[in-house]
């Protein structure tokens, strides 16, 4: 027997989700600390933009006597009818500076976050932690002094050595001794400075891994280190950039500790373990007293401006780097 299909029963149609409508009703407290948010940073921009105005408009009378010059000549000749100075030397060491303590520092950071993280023993791993975030907390001036009478002369055999086993590289070219008060060694220095910074971000980041992806890689037969390899080093990569990178602006702005160390010549020769060299900041440092008049002034503040380009320059790259490389990110087991 056919079924007529006109005549066989329907289902009623269900009627079309409506969307929903999500409002933002805040409460007064969530009002008032988003406010007191959006205040907050941009207080922050608005001091920074103020800081580099400041800077620029104090040192333009100086560039204007000097012109592009500035960054081709060297120290704070201001005495005589026609003033030469500039920020070249001194820029070149600070470069040069942070050079070398990221290069001794970063890893020696790193690996003491990881062994905090994951090596130490779980009875000294308190005390351990304790130590070196207070390392962090010891003034500049304490390491300044500890590397003048005790660093300083057991580094000299070190440079003696490279000068006259690698002095095939131009960066370990010596031509005349003596080989103390050098970039090198205040390159230790700040190294030194900086590792506790680096290691205490490192460590915080490293110790975030999920426990989920550690438990699988040992599960699937991984080592102690292929474990960090293929899930702590990739989850905590952003987060160790951006240490290095912060490690980084300490290691340019850094005054005191270099000051001591560094015989203060202004010139440019690249040589590391040469004695001599500067910063901006120690030449800031040194001269701010004895600036040559209103010119001398305009002149450290305009090799202000410089350092503060140099150090918002490489914060933005640090940003855009960390950007792209979010904790996390890579962690494939």
């Known amino acids: 027997m056919a079924i007529d299909l006109d005549l066989a029963p329907r289902r009623p149609q269900a009627p079309a989700p409506t969307p929903i409508t999500v409002t933002r009703d805040y409460s007064t407290p969530d009002k008032v600390f988003r406010w007191g948010v959006q205040a907050s940073g941009l207080g922050v921009f608005l001091l920074l933009v ?19 010059g500035f960054f081709t000549h060297s120290g704070p000749v201001l005495v005589g009818s026609h003033a030469n100075f ?6 070149t060491g600070t470069v040069e500076v942070a050079f ?9 950071a790193i690996c003491t976050a990881l062994f905090l993280s994951e090596y130490a023993p779980l009875r000294s791993r308190r005390s351990l932690i ?10 500049s001036i304490i390491f300044g002094l500890w590397a003048f009478f005790e660093l300083q002369p057991n580094v000299v055999g070190l440079s003696t ?8 590289i131009p960066f370990f070219k010596v031509t005349s001794p003596p080989l103390n008060a050098s970039i090198f060694i205040a390159g230790l220095v700040v190294g030194i400075m900086i590792v506790p910074i680096v290691a205490s971000i490192c460590r915080e980041v490293f110790s975030l891994a999920p426990a989920g992806e550690r438990e699988a890689a040992l599960a699937l037969g991984a080592s102690r280190w292929q474990m960090i390899r293929t899930v702590v080093l990739p989850f905590g990569r952003g987060g160790m950039i951006g240490a290095v990178m912060l ?10 500790a270099v000051t001591i160390i560094l015989a203060g010549s202004y010139k440019v020769t690249g040589q590391i373990l040469q004695h001599g ?3 901006i900041s120690q030449l800031i440092a040194i001269n ?11 002149d450290l503040l305009l090799c202000g401006f410089v350092l503060f380009l140099l150090t918002l320059v490489i914060n933005l790259a640090a940003s855009a780097i960390v950007n792209r490389s979010r904790s996390g990110a890579g962690v494939d087991l």
């Open 277 to 279: 060299g500067s910063t």
């Open 161 to 168: 050595w490279m000068s006259r086993h690698l002095a095939f």
């Open 86 to 91: 500039g920020v070249l030397a001194s820029l």
């Open 247 to 256: 490690g980084l602006g300490r290691a340019l702005e850094e005054t005191i």
């Open 288 to 298: 701010f007293n004895q600036s040559g008049g209103a010119l001398g002034v305009h």
């Open 50 to 68: 103020a800081i580099g105005s400041f800077l620029a408009w104090s040192g333009w009378p100086a560039f204007k006597v000097a012109g592009w």
């Open 130 to 139: 304790a130590m070196i975030d207070l390392a962090a907390a010891i003034p």
């Open 100 to 108: 070398v303590a990221m290069v001794f520092g970063a890893p020696v």
